[in-house]
């Protein structure tokens, strides 16, 4: 095996065909997180990112992206902002993980959403969990028949709560895949309002992660690009969510909502209304990703897997990492293992950001 090191950006053509070629051959790659075009983009942003370009005597065999941090610390591609990372690459193909991590110049790689069961990473899986999906391939219909059984009180009150808000508030009307980039500014702000609200780190607080968000909104074509979609009572926006898709596969990414509207449940509603219209444009899945939020439990009709793990080489740097993540990484396992501790810190972190915004107001000038 040849190991090649480059930035995303410097793919030519052709290689960037074999990767859509690789991608498209797996269905367990079928995740807009793991396609060529979002790597170019992050290329462009942030200066740590690069792809091991593997290749034997037949050619090109895989690609593997990555960021390449101080001291050698490597982490998934967008790291804490996606929801899927790995090889990309035939199904059958195993590397050596700590050559692979020394060809990157790498010390350590921590996994959190690995596709679960590549070979080369399956060793060093320390957890594999599943990422519950709406998939359409037998139809909308069958879906939400599968939600029906799943949870019929929960989809009784949302059909409810959906006739209601636009019997209150004139009609509503669904868009999928807005162009407009003021639709896409008034979700983020209600993003931010979100992460601040319940004591998250803001993202768009970053001046780069809402240029990524631009750049991807602007992406259109019939293997990637990215979806707006925007619920309306009226003419007024309600909720919304912008997300990543391949030809088949839509990805959850920026879900938010008007908490002037929050006793409708608009959330619900919208991804309702989302999941219709992701089917009749063709799409046969829409990935909620892994984590804890109960709507998912009475909305999917499958999951997929993703793996937590470590890969280290015997180096003081590695050590030192260890030391600061693994701790860390246990903690958070427990704590999304367990629903009544998960409910419980996100109701601290709820608290913690009533306070931050009460400080806040509290400080600003007087008008």
Not at 53 to 58: L, Q
Request: with cysteine; hydrophobic share 40%.
């Amino acid at each position: 095996m040849n190991i090649q090191i480059v930035r995303p950006g410097e793919l030519g053509a052709p290689e960037r065909a074999r990767w859509r070629e690789l991608q498209k051959a797996d269905p367990s790659l079928d995740n807009p997180f793991l396609s060529v075009e979002f790597a170019v983009a992050m290329d462009r942003l942030r200066d740590y990112v690069r792809v091991a370009v593997i290749s034997n005597a037949s050619g090109i065999v895989g690609f593997f992206p990555y960021e390449r941090h101080s001291f050698g610390i490597g982490k998934p591609l967008g790291g804490f902002l996606t929801t899927c990372h790995g090889l990309i690459s035939a199904p059958d193909l195993k590397l050596d993980a700590k050559s692979l991590l020394r060809a990157c110049k790498l010390s350590v790689f921590d996994f959190d959403h690995l596709v679960a069961g590549q070979p080369t990473f399956t060793p060093y899986e320390a957890d594999v969990r599943p990422a519950p999906v709406m998939d359409f391939t037998s139809g909308f219909d069958a879906w939400i028949e599968q939600v029906k059984v799943n949870s019929p009180k929960n989809l009784k009150t949302v059909r409810y709560k959906e006739r209601k808000l636009g019997r209150e508030h004139g009609g509503l009307r669904f868009e999928w895949a807005s162009p407009d980039p003021e639709t896409l500014r008034t979700l983020l702000a209600w993003k931010s309002d979100q992460y601040r609200r319940t004591g998250r780190v803001d993202r768009f607080a970053q001046p780069w992660i809402v240029e990524l968000t631009n750049m991807m909104h602007a992406e259109n074509s019939s293997d990637f690009a990215g979806v707006l979609t925007m619920l309306y009572a009226g003419d007024v926006p309600v909720a919304g969510h912008f997300g990543l898709r391949t030809a088949t596969t839509l990805v959850g990414w920026f879900p938010a909502y008007d908490t002037e509207f929050g006793r409708y449940s608009p959330g619900i509603v919208h991804h309702l209304q989302m999941a219709e219209a992701a089917a009749n444009n063709g799409l046969h899945m829409v990935d909620m990703g892994k984590g804890g939020k109960e709507y998912k439990d009475w909305l999917k009709s499958g999951v997929l897997y993703v793996a937590e793990g470590r890969i280290s080489r015997p180096t003081a740097t590695a050590a030192v990492h260890w030391i600061g993540r693994t701790p860390f990484n246990k903690a958070r396992t427990i704590v999304m293992d367990r629903p009544s501790l998960y409910k419980a810190a996100d109701r601290v972190l709820k608290g913690f950001g009533r306070v931050r915004s009460s400080m806040q107001q509290q400080e600003s000038p007087t008008q």
